[in-house]
């Protein structure tokens, strides 16, 4: 048991520290989301003048905001769960089994953290249609963005889902062989619950 919580503790302190960034740049994300589809909404309609790199934008913004919000809503329990297996059975039958879902979990989002570092590669060889950063005070003109910068979306936000997953199988580890274990918590969590 003390193998575990020596790797635990220091995981769950750095998985909250990653999540807390995620979650920011996530709200930041989401709320520049907004401000550019209202713009394009007051261009569009009241100017009758559409952008042309809006729409890509916020779909840019959009994936990002879900790649580093997702590990902290998975952390948390937040996505859809079915328990009544789990919860009809024995205490620790029913631990074994979410350990065992746990572990199935962690070889789909290692499979898709490989295959959305393919897709990245592949985006490295095609540009946005239409975001450009303009870096002429630069001398460098229009730059094109790659969709690379897009795509990596997907692999960070499986990343992070994966560091979180390691957690949770070691904290399902550590529940098997003591159910009263003093595991450690996400501090933030029980902050967003308080407020």
Sequence with gaps: MTAILTV????????????????????????????????????????????????????????????????????????????????????????????????????????????????????WLFNSSSLKIPLDFLGLGLVRVKLAWMYMSLPVGLLLMSLVNVELCLKAVAHLIDPDADLPEDHDRILLAVE
């Design 8 to 123: 635990l503790r220091p995981l769950a302190l750095f998985n909250t520290f990653l999540l807390r960034i995620g979650r920011n740049a996530a709200w930041m994300a989401m709320g520049l989301m907004v401000v550019i589809i209202m713009l394009q909404v007051i261009f569009r309609y009241v100017f009758n003048n559409a952008l042309a790199w809006p729409d890509e934008a916020a779909r840019f913004l959009m994936l990002w905001m879900t790649g580093l919000i997702a590990p902290s809503a998975y952390r948390w329990g937040g996505f859809v769960a079915i328990d009544m297996l789990k919860d009809l059975l024995p205490l620790r039958l029913g631990s074994l089994l979410g350990l065992l879902l746990l572990l199935v979990s962690l070889v789909v989002l290692v499979y898709g953290f490989q295959l959305g570092l393919n897709h990245v590669k592949s985006g």
